[in-house]
């Protein structure tokens, strides 16, 4: 087999443009997905049991079924029930629900993490149940579990390309169209591969500089990732 890239670095473009909405949706629905997670971390352990069960319910659904399949219940439901969204609106919204229920199982470790009086000085405090985990809890736990939460914002932009099957025109969409009109699939996935790699870094060197800033005790002990 002889390798020719030609036709594909002509599509560099394209390439580009589908990398870019790839990152896109990885931004979007980290800082969405985050925010989710960590409601449903506190409201896994709350004393409300139907707040718990609740997200216990939310969590266990979504990861115990297909991401696949997640994407096209939200798409097709949706549909059914009269919206009509863009695919990209969509991705966002079934990456979000995903990714929330894996965030919230580590944002729950961080929380057990912190020890039990430390939560007991807070009651003493008179704070609330939010104050607790906004002056007391958030910070130490998203601190103690960073590097997992990280790895998960990672496999989310990757999982990123089974958007591809309801045309979003992400990095992989991209490359299926380029292979099909070059007849290069070889050449146009090992290209892809490539830039899913960068893109795979430049998320962690991101991490790892909001770590820097955000963790400086971290720093100290050289143990940010």
């Known amino acids: 087999m002889k390798l020719d890239f030609t036709a594909i670095f002509a599509q560099w473009q394209m390439l580009m443009d589908g990398a870019l909405l790839t990152a896109q949706l990885a931004v979007i629905t980290t800082v969405s997905g985050f925010l989710i997670g960590t409601l449903c971390a506190i409201a896994r352990r709350s004393r409300r049991a ?9 969590i266990e659904a979504i990861r115990n079924t297909p991401f696949l399949v997640q994407i096209f219940l939200v798409y097709f439901g949706l549909s059914s029930l ?5 695919a990209f609106t969509v991705s966002v919204i079934a990456l979000t629900i995903n990714v929330g229920a894996y965030t919230a199982e ?8 912190i020890h039990k009086g430390q939560w007991e000085a807070a009651e003493t405090l008179g704070l609330s149940h939010w104050q607790q985990y906004w002056h007391v809890a958030l910070r130490p736990a998203i601190e103690r579990v960073y590097p997992a939460l990280t790895s998960q914002f990672i496999l989310l932009m990757l999982a990123s390309s089974v958007t591809s099957q309801i045309s979003t025109e992400e990095l992989t969409a991209t490359a299926n169209f380029i292979q099909s009109e070059t007849y290069r699939p ?5 290209i892809v591969a490539g830039i899913y790699i960068a893109l795979s870094f430049l998320m962690r060197l991101a991490f790892w500089l909001i770590g820097l800033a955000a963790f400086p005790r971290r720093r100290r002990l050289g143990t940010n990732i």
Not at 82 to 86: E, L, N, Q
């Open 50 to 58: 139907s707040f718990s069960r609740l997200a216990g319910v939310y």
């Open 82 to 86: 009269g919206f009509s969204f863009s």
């Open 106 to 113: 580590i944002m729950r470790a961080g929380f057990e993490s």
């Open 186 to 190: 070889f050449e146009t996935f090992f």
